[in-house]
């Protein structure tokens, strides 16, 4: 595994902005998928967006318009720019790597998460 640290979280007012942020332990240019994630209040863990390792991203439809999710591989960061934030955004945001290969046969170690980082959109 490898340790990940969020910060960029806050308090925010209704359309403002925030930018999160994802140190990584180690080099992450091996790291195939990395990703962000958030759980609201009483609810579950859901994905907000993926980024491989060639730069390919993915977002749940309804953030598309809003998010952008971004990775520097030679700060070993990954990002999550955030525009136009709502009430309903606000969650703790986690910090995801996909496990590594770690047999010839294709096993895959644990993936690694981080401890989450508190978003609250609020006037």
């Known amino acids: 595994q490898v340790q990940l640290v969020e910060s960029g979280g806050g308090l925010v007012q209704p359309g403002g902005s925030l930018r999160l942020s994802c140190a990584a332990s180690r080099s992450i240019f091996r790291i195939d998928v990395m990703g962000w994630y958030r759980q609201a209040p009483g609810k579950e863990r859901e994905l907000v967006a993926t980024i491989t390792s060639v730069g390919n991203t993915n977002y749940v439809d309804s953030l598309k318009d809003r998010f952008t999710i971004s990775r520097d591989n030679a700060k070993n960061t990954l990002y999550l720019q955030m525009n136009s934030l709502r009430p309903e955004d606000t969650a703790v945001y986690y910090c995801?790597?996909?496990?590594?290969?770690?047999?010839?046969?294709?096993?895959?170690?644990?993936?690694?998460w981080g401890q989450g980082t508190q978003v609250t959109v609020s006037s």
């Open positions: 995801y790597a996909k496990g590594r290969v770690i047999t010839v046969e294709g096993a895959v170690g644990p993936d690694s």
